[in-house]
């Protein structure tokens, strides 16, 4: 809960809504976290590291449908607010 102050640095699970008109392949950017996986409706799409080489990662259409899609991210060493890191 942000209205508690920063967060400390740590593994955190992040969970989104995405809504997608028509399914189509696309990449997803993870800018601004650290090291983790990724998952998309229960497909895990892999895991990303901000020192590469892999840092977006390849969205296939047919993972995705028409409407709300559940995107989850881990990342194992997310940095938190006001850290300076």
Same mark, same amino acid.
């Given at each position: ?31 601004? #976290? !650290?090291? @983790?996986?990724?998952? =998309?409706?229960? *497909? ?19 993972? #995705? !449908?028409? @409407?709300?899609?559940? =995107?989850?991210? *881990? ?11």
């Amino acid at each position: 809960d942000s209205r508690r102050g920063p967060w400390p640095r740590g593994p955190r699970f992040f969970r989104y809504g995405l809504h997608i008109r028509e399914p189509a392949d696309g990449f997803l950017l993870p800018a601004g #976290l !650290r090291k @983790g996986f990724v998952c =998309v409706n229960g *497909f895990n799409l892999g895991r990303y590291w901000e020192v590469g080489p892999q840092r977006s990662l390849y969205v296939p259409a047919p993972v #995705l !449908r028409r @409407g709300r899609n559940e =995107v989850i991210i *881990f990342d194992i060493d997310y940095p938190g607010s006001g850290t300076g890191a």
